[in-house]
């Protein structure tokens, strides 16, 4: 079954009758430009084609009744209980479960965003069939799916970059996770065969054409199978140096600072804090250079800065992991044209630019490394610029 239908399916289990109508949204690959977002600095994410779905009936009552095939529960909460739950206080976990978390936080950050509309209770149903926890961005999937669904059916009339940002707040302030906004532009504005550049202080957009399919390349996800958590641990921490370096140094974000500001940073910071702001400022200058090789040379040019940002991961920002070191190493002799791990690290997935024809002997040569090296057997797909959120039915 597919993960539209599964959503009708348990919608009409949980309501005993048919949706009002089916909205989804679509994970995310980050081409290059990794913990950069809240830095205010630049992305280049493209939506894909695994979307997360909501099958959504507005239900009579003042209660939102949520379920998802993610896990075996409803969770019920009236709507004006909402402002009780949330925002969850600062180290706290959600008084709800946490998959629930995002799409009530989503419900009560549209309210906050709409403090006159009228927000009848609904039925919601989450069905998907985005990797959670992959590093291709499930979250921002549920946030943005459940958020189209609602602003349509409450009528509220938000925008894709407010969607976006109700996404965020749910992810930030409910959820508690500390995470950019990244994840909800690329899934609310995806294009076919586009990435998006986002420049996440002004959150300004442009499309820029990936050239893929015309170059006879994939864009190949090795996912490790390892789940990482943005609420605890790494993350967090990283946050934490460079907001607290940027202080040091005197500017509003990392994002204020050029490569040639560098040197003067090393005098001042300590060498692991001096490190993860060279990772930020390079990968910044890289995500604007790689959106000029594609649109001057074609995607076979940004090889080299693939490869520069995986190692500037991996040696300075320190959020690599080996299971995502030996995707990259084994797709690049194996004849990828250029690979890096994606998305927050600790975990995940990496990606690899191979040639057309090369899939196999590259999906070969991975699971014969990490079975060799005793890694759990990684998932392998291709992935392709796909449509933002939608409605579906
Ligand atoms: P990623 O976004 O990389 O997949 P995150 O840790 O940011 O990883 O988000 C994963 C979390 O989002 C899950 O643990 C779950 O709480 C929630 N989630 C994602 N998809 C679903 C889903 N289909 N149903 C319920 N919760 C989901
Ligand atoms: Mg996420």
Redesign the pocket.
Known sequence: MTALSASSVLLEELSRRAPDGVWSAP?RVNLIGEHTDYNDGFVLPFAIEHR?YAAVALNGTGELRVR????DETVVVAVDDLDDLFPTPTGATPRVP??????LGVAWALREARPDATTPGADIA???D?????????????EGAVASALNDLWALDLDRVALAQVGRRA?NDA?G?P?GIM?QMASMLGRPDAATLLDCRSLETRSVSTGFSDADLELVVVDTQIK????TGGYRDRREACERAARLLGVPALRDLSIDDLPQAAELLDDVTFRRVRHVVTENQRVLDTVDALTQRGPRAIAGLLQASHASMRDDFEISVPELDMAVELTMTHGAVGARMT??GFG?AAIALVGNGQLSAVSDALRRGFASAGFKEPAIFTVSPSEGARRDR
């Open positions: 994970g997360t998802s095939t993610f896990a946490e998959w629930a978390a995002y799409v989450i069905a998907s985005v990797p959670v926890g992959a590093g291709l961005s499930s979250s921002a999937a549920i992810e959820v996770a995470t994840d990482h958590a943005h609420s998305g927050g995940g």
